[in-house]
């Protein structure tokens, strides 16, 4: 039975499903993750907050810290994009330290998936990227989708947890 305390929550995971979709289209029509989409996923976040428990909340907070942390080192070494990385740690929140390995595993296999994909004649249907023409299997690769497939598994995850 959803409760009054539920409806920010509700609110918070409409709003983030949204969000991923548009940052998965976005990623692959131009490899670029727009900073609103991260912005309105963490502003869902603090919306949903306001129907959770305290202790829940600050271990996603927690959680989402520690994936821009590391995803921080990720770009620093230039093997990651920004934008992916922003947009880890905004779905990291959602995830919190009981849903982040069930985010890493979609994540992985949407991402080797991905990659798969991206080795056939299909990526010549990808737009070429801002640097130029790509050679040979340089073409880079719309991590978000990825990224964006175990957000929404997360966002599943968390729905369920409402009924």
């Known amino acids: 039975m959803i409760t009054l305390h539920d409806v920010p929550v509700i609110a918070g995971l409409s709003t983030t499903l949204a969000a991923l979709v548009w940052a998965a289209a976005s990623d692959v029509r131009r490899y670029l993750i727009p900073n609103r ?26 959680t ?9 080192l990720l770009f620093w070494r230039g093997w990651t994009g920004g934008g992916d ?31 798969g994909l991206m080795l056939t004649p299909l990526r010549r249907l990808m737009p070429q990227a801002a640097e130029g023409p790509a050679e040979g299997l340089r073409q880079p690769m ?22």
């Not at 175990?150 to 947890?161: C, E, N, R, S, Y």
């Open 37 to 62: 989409i991260p912005v309105i996923i963490a502003v869902a976040y603090a919306v949903a907050a306001m129907g959770t428990p305290f202790g829940a909340w600050l271990a996603g907070l927690a």
């Open 85 to 115: 990385v922003k947009l880890a740690a905004v779905i990291a929140l959602w995830a919190g330290p009981a849903h982040i390995s069930d985010f890493a595993l979609v994540t992985s296999v949407a991402g080797a998936a991905l990659a």
């Open 142 to 163: 719309p991590f978000g989708v990825a990224l964006a497939a175990g957000g929404l598994w997360v966002v599943v995850l968390q729905f369920a947890t409402l009924a």
């Open 64 to 72: 989402g810290l520690a994936a821009l942390a590391a995803g921080a």
